[in-house]
Structure formats: C-alpha cells, structure tokens
C-alpha cells in the first residue's frame, strides 16, 4: 500500500516536513479522540509500506516532497502527535526536486487534502516506485 501523509498543521500555517523526516518519523497530528479513524488507519500501516509527505491543493494538484518505507509497527507520541517510525528514501531539498502530479481527475482529490490517506492512483504509484529505483533500492 501506498501511504500519502500532510505535514502541515494548524490549517496549513505550520509545516513540519523537516520535522517529520529529520527524526524518521510520519506523524497524524490529531489527537487520537480527535480522529479515531487516522489513528486507526495509522497503526494498521504495515511494515514495508511506502510512505510519502505529501502537498495537495485543489488548484496545483499533488505533489510529493519525501518518500519513505515504514520500519516497525512502533507508535511514537511526542509534542508532533502520533507516529511510525519511517526510513526516508528521498526528501527534496526544495520544491523544484518535487514529484508533481497535478490534478488526476479520478475522483480522490476529496481525500488527497487528507492528513493521511491511502494512494490508489497507478500513476502515483508507479512514479514513487520509479524514483525508489533510481535511488538504488528494489
């Protein structure tokens, strides 16, 4: 499965992409009575799922800032929110490095703006995989 989560919070005024990949971790920043549905989601995560930070407007489309693959099935709480520990593959350094997709008119774009949802697209797909492969994993 493929694992799309939103680093910015407080309504998109506080970006904590760096955050999230200098101490490998992906994080739902809601509070678990907040969202019971992201926690639940979050802790079902397997390990070897792929992972990515995601950016998602309705005008620009997604993109993809960092890719990741889940190490352990341990949550993590710290000041962030809850977590799973993440081995970053790929982290852009700044956003001309970004896998951008734009709009994929497929129906998603209600979840993409999500704090976590799963990616379906095979498009999406196929690129994370593509650029693991550059990196040198398989």
Known sequence: MFYGFGAFYDNGTVNNTESFINQGLAYVGWTKQQSPSY????????????V?????????????????????????????????????LFAAKDPSEWLW????????DCVRGCALYIEFHED?????????ARLGYK
Request: aromatic share 8%; charged share 20%; net charge positive.
């Open 101 to 108: 997709f734009g709009r994929l008119d497929d129906k998603m």
């Open 52 to 88: 990515f930070i995601k950016s998602f407007s309705p005008r620009a489309g997604l993109y993809v800032k960092a890719i990741g693959i889940i190490k352990s099935n341990n949550l993590i709480q710290n000041n962030l929110g809850t977590a799973r520990e993440v081995k970053w």
């Open 124 to 132: 999406v797909q196929n690129a994370i995989l593509d650029k693991i």
């Open 39 to 50: 926690h639940q989601m979050l802790s079902s995560i397997s390990i070897g799922s792929i």
